[in-house]
């Protein structure tokens, strides 16, 4: 564009020049200042892209230093500040989805509902539900658990279960309630209503069983889930060696088996004392071996309860070949001995009855495998043996036996479908089968506790 | 009462014991270090040098949510200084069991003997959804932090933290041990980075979800997994639906734990043609993976090799 204005000027002053060729001088002089003003004009204009090279370059560098991260050097107040405050609302943020909301200090509570279908062909004389077809709500449970402070935990276990003499209406009543210390150092005290962890499998809820059914040598011996109101202390012997000493004192053991009729007067010797002692052994990194030794004992002479468990679990947990495929096989051996008194109402009106001591000793146990074939099945067999300690059974023809084969579909860890079939030969010696379809969902809050590992 | 029958139980558990076994494995002032997982077991070794004794309670192949409680462990515990685990959740369903039963004071939750080693991540996948409905959900996110290729500098950080805190005596040593494996992830990192290059925008399929840090790292786009949801078995419908899907995006990995089944990895494989990579999530979860570097080294080296077609 310079350049045309250049050439046209020089054009025109040309022109004029052949049209008045007396006055070259002044001509000359004008042309001359002409060519200066427009040499003038070209340095403003390249003033102008210059100018706007400069101000390109200066956006450049700051895109530059904000797509590399690198120091904002450079970079504008305004950026730099938006960053800033970006920075602060990420902190903010995080701040906001950490943080602890009021509700947390209540309590958890998980539930457990536990269902069943049960056909049975013996009498009812021998079970607690109807013979023939039953359904069942076995069990509604509510679990609440929480920290009391940084010196105690405590948990809660509501219970309803079906009342058969009631229609079935479900009664619910206070299966444990307990509290515990968690300051000690390698000792745990417990107290209030709980399950003590004699043997095995007696302190496990039923929902939590491996099979449907409690074994019936436990039923008879312990009386159901190992219930007790009382006090216990439990260590972990700090050794490099597992070895864990419990003991305890309580009113009674067993969810069924109050060994005092309550409202009698109890002294020392009619609680019940407890005392057990569980060790563990690793052989490689695939097999566990636990065994132990518990004890329970009514000491006084009228009413004597004296109760021996010996468990053992073998646990083979292979590692690498499979998520979850394991063999759990356990076993529980008992021996136990009763002396109670018993009445004999009068033969002929207005005479005392008479009181009788009668003592009986029996042995008993079960052992049970389940396989776990993968995340959601197990299968597995059980045979539970015991001799019927009750004073009025004949002792020749004592010996109960079921045999039991069971299989376990699992949805989720939350919820299972479970198929058992008992046969039962009872002492008197009639014989039965049994079988259930357990459904079982568990809900809420939960925890994985060392007792049901 | 007849004090032998209640004394019984004790008499014999004391029979049963092995004859070593009140001997204690600690020596001097030696702080005794039990790690949740390998890997922290590794770290605390390359930080703690001669002032630790380590342990770790799982091995490599185990299912890290489901390690099995073994009563040893509780032992372990029982004679622990520290603790280091992962957190978000990581160890929920077997080691507060452990610490409950050990009564430990010095390693309970909270304490200063529980280190935690993903303190300060930003978890990734952190649910909008909590329920049950959606599996074994983690609600603080996902918790396999130690996968990340570039969450090495920030576990070691949290661990040296921690070993400082319970014995400040050896701060010194503890510092320098840290800067000198730092330098050594330094290094690492730049390798990793490079072969990232490699690996950006490969799609893949996993068993469970725990390649999060590790695809992120790496550029890699996680299409689905075998799992339908967190920890629930896979049905036949799902596999059907995920292989369908697999076809249409053009997934040609698939990663196998190795917790995880092989054969449902092959099986979709076989009908997608994909290839199975077995990639470790803990340290000693095949054979290469002696050291947490070892095993980042190995995940990324199976990865760039399941690539070359």
């Not at chain 2, 139980?9 to 039990?34: Q, R």
Request: glycine residues 6%; proline residues 6%; hydrophobic residues 40%.
């Amino acid at each position: 564009m310079a350049t045309r204005i250049v050439v046209l000027a020089l054009l025109l002053a040309t022109w004029q020049a052949l049209l008045a060729e007396e006055d070259v001088p002044a001509r000359l002089q004008a042309m001359q200042a002409q060519i200066e003003k427009l040499s003038q004009r070209l340095e403003a204009q390249q003033q102008t892209i210059d100018e706007q090279k400069r101000k390109i370059q200066e956006q450049q560098n700051v895109l530059v230093s904000i797509t590399t991260k690198a120091p904002i050097a450079g970079a504008s107040d305004r950026v730099l500040e938006r960053l800033e405050r970006a920075e602060r609302q990420s902190a903010d943020a995080i701040k906001i989805a950490s943080r602890k909301k009021p509700n947390d200090l209540n309590m958890s509570i998980g539930s457990a509902i536990d269902t069943s279908f049960r056909c049975y062909d013996g009498t009812s004389s021998h079970t607690d539900r109807p013979a023939g077809s039953d359904f069942t709500v076995r069990g509604a449970e509510l679990i609440f658990y929480a920290d009391v402070d940084p010196f105690f935990k405590t948990y809660m276990v509501l219970n309803a279960t079906p009342d058969l003499a009631n229609n079935d209406e479900a009664v619910p009543s206070l299966e444990e309630a307990a509290m515990y210390t968690t300051s000690l150092s390698h000792v745990t005290v417990k107290g209030g209503r709980f399950f003590m962890p004699f043997g095995r499998l007696d302190m496990i809820h039923d929902h939590d069983l491996p099979f449907t059914t409690r074994p019936p040598s436990l039923d008879n011996y312990v009386g159901g889930e190992s219930q007790g109101d009382g006090v216990q202390v439990q260590a972990l012997i700090p050794i490099d060696h597992f070895l864990q000493v419990t003991g305890g004192v309580f009113n009674k053991a067993g969810a069924s088996f109050p060994i005092q009729p309550v409202g009698t007067r109890r002294d020392g010797e009619d609680l019940t004392y407890f005392t057990k002692a569980l060790t563990s052994f690793d052989y490689g990194q695939d097999h566990t071996f636990e065994w132990g030794v518990s004890s329970l004992q009514v000491p006084d002479s009228n009413t004597r309860r004296d109760l021996l468990n010996m468990e053992i679990t073998y646990k083979w947990h292979p590692q690498g070949i499979g998520l979850r495929e394991r063999l759990v096989w356990g076993t529980e051996l008992m021996r136990n001995n009763l002396r109670s008194t018993m009445t004999i109402p009068p033969d002929v009106a207005d005479n005392p009855p008479t009181f009788v001591q009668k003592s009986r000793t029996g042995s008993g146990g079960y052992t049970y495998f389940e396989y776990f074939i993968d995340r959601n099945w197990s299968i597995g067999p059980r045979v539970d043996l015991f001799q019927n300690v009750d004073p009025n059974v004949d002792p020749r023809h004592n010996l109960e036996q079921t045999y039991t084969a069971f299989v376990t579909y699992r949805f989720s860890e939350f919820s299972r479908l479970r198929f058992e079939y008992d046969r039962h030969e009872y002492f008197d010696g009639r014989k039965a089968n049994e079988a259930y379809l357990q459904w079982t969902v568990f809900w809420g809050a939960h925890t994985h506790n060392f007792d049901l590992r | 009462m007849k004090a032998t029958t209640l004394l019984l139980p004790l008499i014999l558990a004391l029979t049963m014991l092995p004859p070593n076994a009140g001997a204690s494995e600690k020596s001097g002032k030696k702080l005794m270090v039990i790690a949740s997982i390998p890997d922290f077991a590794d770290m605390a070794r390359e930080i703690g040098g001669a002032h630790v004794t380590v342990e770790s309670m799982a091995n490599g192949t185990e299912d890290v949510h489901a390690v099995a409680v073994r009563p040893s462990l509780a032992a372990k515990l029982a004679r622990a200084d520290v603790l280091i685990e992962m957190g978000l959740e990581n160890e929920h369903a077997w080691l507060p069991a452990l610490v409950e039963v050990c009564s430990n004071q010095k390693i309970r939750s909270g304490r200063q003997g529980d280190i935690i080693a993903s303190e300060g991540v930003v978890p990734k996948d952190v649910p909008t959804n909590v329920g049950r409905s959606q599996g074994e959900q983690h609600p603080a996110g996902n918790p396999h932090v130690n996968l990340g290729p570039d969450m090495g500098r920030l576990m070691a950080q949290n661990i040296a933290k921690g070993l400082t805190a319970n014995a400040p005596e050896y701060k010194a040593d503890f510092e320098a041990n840290l800067a000198k494996y730092l330098e050594k992830l330094d290094v690492k990192e730049k390798e990793w980075r490079e072969a990232a290059a490699k690996l950006k925008g490969v799609k893949f399929v996993s068993h469970h979800p725990d390649m999060a840090y590790f695809a992120d790292f790496l550029g890699l786009e996680e299409v689905g997994t075998v799992e339908p949801k967190p920890g629930i078995p896979p049905s036949s419908s799902h596999t059907a639906a995920l292989i369908e899907e697999m076809k249409t995006q053009g997934v040609k990995v698939i990663v196998r734990e190795p917790q995880y089944s092989e054969k449902l990895a092959n099986e979709i494989a076989s009908k997608t043609g994909a290839k199975v990579v077995k990639l470790t999530v803990m340290v000693g979860g095949v054979p290469e993976a002696k050291t947490w570097i070892d095993m980042i080294d190995y995940n990324i080296q199976a990865m760039l090799e399941a690539i070359k077609g």
